[in-house]
């Protein structure tokens, strides 16, 4: 099974992700951390990065290509993106800190 390192190494390869995932991602522990940019809602949005990650495109991607399934531990918002998620983007962001289960 991969950990977290190895799955944000996979995200740092610009050529296979773009730049933006690169930016979105960051290791914390034996976890992952994402973000998403948002506009208005954040609970909504929480719960939409949250779905993607465990049961929508990116959990049956994450699972079917690398063995990979996540579960969400945490989620957060900052309404104007700080430290390294300034990067990503000035808006507003969610996140979710996900689990890599076997």
Same mark, same amino acid.
Request: hydrophobic content about 45%; glycine content about 8%.
């Given at each position: 099974?991969?950990?977290?390192?190895? *799955?944000?190494?996979?995200?740092?390869?610009?050529?296979?992700?773009?730049?933006?995932?690169?930016?979105?991602?960051?290791?914390?522990?034996?976890?992952?951390? *994402?973000?998403?940019?948002?506009?208005?809602?954040? %609970?909504?949005?929480?719960?939409?990065?949250?779905? %993607?990650? %465990? %049961?929508? &495109?990116?959990?049956?991607?994450?699972?079917?290509? &690398?063995? *990979?399934?996540?579960? =969400? =531990?945490?989620?957060? &918002?900052?309404?104007?993106?700080?430290?390294?998620?300034?990067?990503?983007?000035?808006?507003?962001?969610?996140?979710?800190?996900?689990?890599?289960?076997?």
């Amino acid at each position: 099974m991969m950990n977290a390192k190895e *799955v944000k190494a996979l995200f740092n390869n610009t050529d296979d992700w773009g730049d933006e995932m690169k930016l979105q991602t960051m290791v914390k522990g034996r976890n992952l951390v *994402v973000v998403d940019s948002f506009w208005a809602g954040t %609970t909504e949005a929480r719960r939409k990065l949250a779905e %993607t990650w %465990t %049961t929508g &495109h990116m959990a049956k991607f994450m699972e079917e290509e &690398h063995g *990979v399934v996540f579960r =969400v =531990v945490d989620s957060f &918002h900052q309404f104007e993106a700080e430290g390294r998620w300034k990067k990503f983007t000035s808006n507003g962001v969610v996140g979710v800190e996900l689990e890599l289960m076997a």
